[in-house]
C-alpha cells in the first residue's frame, strides 16, 4: 500500500524560512496529485497546496500565496513545501495527502510533521 512520509518541520521565528518534505512510497504509480493540508490546535484541517504529479500543474490556498511553494520530484516520489515569509498563524501540523484521480478525496495521509513560528 501507499506510505507518505513528512519532514522538516520545526521552530522557526517569524520571517523564517522552512522545505518541508513528504516522501512516498509503496503502490504510488497511479496517483494523480500530492496536497499539503495543516491543522492548528482545536482547528479543521486546512488546505494548503496542491500539485499534479505529471505537469506539475500547482494551486494554493489564499492565505499562503507568494509565500509557499509546492515543488514535486517524480523520480524520488517525493513532494516539498518551501515556506518563506512565516507567520506565526503558519504554526500548524501539516500533513501530506495523495489522491488518485481529479476531484477525488485524498485516500492517504501521511502522520504529520509539527511547524511551529514564533513571534
Not at 522545505?19 to 512510497?25: E, G, Q, T, V
Not at 496517483?31 to 479543521?44: E, H, I, L, V
Not at 513545501?81 to 500533513?95: F, G, I, R
Request: positive net charge; glycine residues 16%; aromatic residues 12%.
Amino acid at each position: 500500500q501507499v506510505h507518505l512520509l513528512e519532514s522538516g518541520g520545526g521552530l522557526v521565528q517569524a520571517g523564517g524560512s522552512l522545505r518541508l518534505s513528504c516522501a512516498a512510497s509503496g503502490r504510488t504509480f497511479s496517483s494523480y496529485g500530492m496536497g499539503w493540508f495543516r491543522q492548528a490546535p482545536g482547528k479543521t484541517l486546512e488546505f494548503v497546496a496542491r500539485i499534479r504529479w505529471s505537469g506539475g500543474s500547482t494551486y494554493y490556498a489564499d492565505s499562503v500565496k507568494g509565500r509557499f511553494t509546492i515543488s514535486r520530484d517524480n523520480a524520488k516520489n517525493t513532494v516539498y513545501l518551501q515556506m518563506n515569509s512565516l507567520k506565526p498563524e503558519d504554526t500548524a501540523v501539516y500533513y501530506c495527502g495523495m489522491r488518485s484521480g481529479v476531484g477525488g478525496n485524498y485516500e492517504y495521509w501521511g502522520q504529520g510533521t509539527q511547524v511551529t513560528v514564533s513571534s
